[in-house]
């Protein structure tokens, strides 16, 4: 649906002149919006354990499909044949060891109230279910609901969780024995809220967490016997089970079970009363008035983490390592896995996120790092064979990725990519050969790649449509620049092509989500950000001088970038960097200072609605996708979250603005959108509104985006380029 508001009479009449000469200046583009979105996107690739074949998701113009690749020759080989852009979502996709089958979910997450997306408004609804096809070919299967799964080594079974217990299903029911138990019927019958299942590297036997409120314990059901084993069960909170190589053992995390005061908080809270202990922690009133070391959730010596290693057949246990006293550093640990002979983990005792590992017969008191270098770790994957621990990384380039690979057990970290390329999602091989990555560069949309284990170009084995631009896309070149406060951040300069001196151009803002996000020299490995390069490119291509702002809080530039402070509604601090940029570009001899523009979804919406409430005099429209307009929910002018908020400065927004918002948005309440649009009536703010009927944070429907993306491309010609005011018909009034 689509609605544009009135301006006041006045304001039409003063805004009817045409700079006709701007608009006649300003060149055709080159490709259109629907060229440039057409490729495939790639994402969810994952590789088989005992043969050397990956399989991938396709989002194609709305269409997504599995795809599977196998080695030598790495020939893509459509799996399932979903033929419309109807919103139903792919994602979870696991492959069994033999890489025979592979199994993965259709539909979107539910909401709050256990309603699962339904963005075509089907009268039939939508479910949420794991589906299963053969990577030989056949139609693809349904195989049961459910909201996340773990398949088996051998590909005959996935274990999942429902309602506090562990299920299993047959991924094939044809095959499956008269005497195995229905899906709707748990698996075993457990105390506790029961989940996160793992399979034993031989799918006999299920590793799962028995969560029961003030501790939590590692389960092992043997599906032969069957019968239920509690490792080394104690009074503290158990999590992140990893299965040894050989099947034998497990490894997991113990924090501290919950003090007193914490309990008494629970079971007046958190049990819905009567719950164990809810007597004495009512009665007594225990917890107040206890010294410091009894509220304190620590072991004996001060450490609040340990990993621990037990015997699955037993259940006896040992502590294998934990943290040195007074030290927390190491204390967020998890979750860990069991490569050969070490348990590797992701930390950041510095200022970057890098791997670590200790090992399991020798471990020393501090783990060793197997990262080092100036950047952070952000996708790894696991030789098959436990020797090296494969990463994409940007110490090399901080606005691109590159893969590395190191031994588990430490070593030197080789670079196995270079240049330009943007490689992310490693996949290790088999055959310790190969391995397969998304690739992406400044032209390339992202693909499927192979790599060679030792290092190498990446082999891209993906292709692209006829008649999609590759040539035609700029080269975005990085700017820094520094806020107010003297803080310096990174961005994304496109300019268009043929610019000559003298000449002076529209420009535009973009400004990613998240905030903890990065974009990049090139197409981006998370879907809407993947569109919005694109549609950045599209923008260039036009005739606009584009900049995507990295602002703090955002990922890729350390931790202390990551973490400002005064930020979102405690200060609102990281507006300054879209400030800079704004006044960056104003200052740039060949951009129109009365033509700047800017736009974004959700962090994105927040920081362009704050542009045009804050400094309409420098961005003189904006696009305003699903962003957050009040901090919180004080309407308290002298409150910080509401200083920090767009609708703090509705007095002085007067530039026009295009919010685009669905009505089943999880990540950012639809109200936002509705109370604001009810403020820019209020203070004759002209705005245009498209709304999408039951669909999510970003839109589930490829129509949909070509839809928004059309309508902001329309908005910022008529309101930057031909400077028309925003006339339409009464949106309701």
Known sequence: MRVREWTRPGRVLACLLVVAGAARAQPSPRFTIEQVMAPGFAYELVSANRTDRIAWIEYERGLRNVYTAAAPDFRPVRVTSHAEDDGVDLTGLQISEDGEVVTFIRGHTANGDGWVANPTSDPRGAERAVWAASTRGGPSWRVVEANSYTLSPDGRWIAYARGGQIHRAAVNPGLASPEDPDDAEPLFRAYGQNGSPSWSPDGSRLAFVSNRGDHSYIGIYDVRTPRITYLAPGVDRDTGPAWSPDGTRIAFLRRPGLPFSSAVNQDQGGRGGGGRG???????????????????????????????????????????????????????????????????????????????????????????????????????????????????????????????????????????????????????????????????????????????????????????????????????????????????????????????????????????????????????????????????????????????????????????????????GSGNMEYQDVLAAGQYLKGRADV???????????????????????????????????????????????????????????????????????????????????????????????????????DVHDSLIYGRWLQAFNASDDFFDRTLIRKEPVRAEDGGR
């Open 278 to 568: 809810a007597a004495a922690g009512r009665g007594g009133g225990r917890g107040a008035g206890l010294p410091a070391g009894m509220t304190q959730a620590r072991f004996r010596g001060g450490y609040t983490l340990s990993i621990r290693v037990a015997d699955v057949a037993t259940g006896e246990g040992r502590e294998l390592w934990h943290h040195e006293p007074g030290d927390d550093t190491w204390a967020s640990v998890g979750p860990i896995r069991w490569v050969g002979d070490h348990l590797l983990f992701e930390e950041e005792p510095g200022n970057w996120e890098h791997w670590y590992s200790i090992s399991v017969t020798d471990p020393k008191p501090v783990p060793v790092e197997l990262t080092p270098g100036e950047g952070f770790v952000e996708m790894v994957s696991f030789d098959p064979n436990g020797r090296y621990l494969y990463y994409s990384a940007n110490m090399s380039d901080i606005d691109r990725r590159d893969l590395y690979r190191v031994p588990v057990g430490g070593g030197r970290a080789e670079q196995l990519t270079k240049g330009n390329g943007i490689e992310t999602y490693p996949a290790a091989l088999a055959s310790g050969n190969t391995v397969a990555v998304l690739y992406a560069d400044a032209r390339r949309t992202q693909s499927v790649a192979v790599v060679p284990a030792r290092g190498g170009e990446a082999r891209v084995i993906t292709a692209l449509p006829a008649d999609y631009p590759l040539d035609l896309h700029v080269e975005p070149t990085n700017v820094t620049l520094t806020a107010s406060d003297g803080l310096q951040f990174n961005n994304q300069l496109f300019l268009p092509p043929g610019l000559r001196a003298g000449e002076k151009r529209p420009a535009v803002i973009f400004v990613h989500g998240g905030p903890q996000r990065q974009m990049l020299l090139g197409y981006h490995y998370r879907h809407f950000y993947h569109m919005a390069y694109g549609f950045n490119q599209y923008l260039a291509n036009k005739g606009y001088v584009v900049l995507s702002v990295n602002y703090r809080r955002g990922i890729g530039y350390g931790r202390e970038f990551r973490t400002a402070r005064n930020t979102g």
């Open 592 to 694: 129109d200072t009365s033509r700047i523009g800017i736009w974004g979804l959700s962090y994105g919406g927040v920081l362009t609605a704050q542009a045009l409430a804050r400094n309409s005099e420098l961005f003189k429209s904006g696009v305003d996708l699903a962003g957050v307009h009040l901090w919180g929910s004080s309407l308290d002018p002298e409150s910080t979250s509401y200083q920090s908020s767009a609708i703090s400065a509705i007095e002085t927004w007067k530039s026009p603005v295009l919010l685009m918002h669905g009505d089943d948005d999880r990540n950012v309440d639809f109200w936002q959108t509705v109370s604001l649009v009810q403020l820019l009536r209020a203070h004759d703010v002209p705005f245009e509104l498209i709304v999408f009927p039951d």
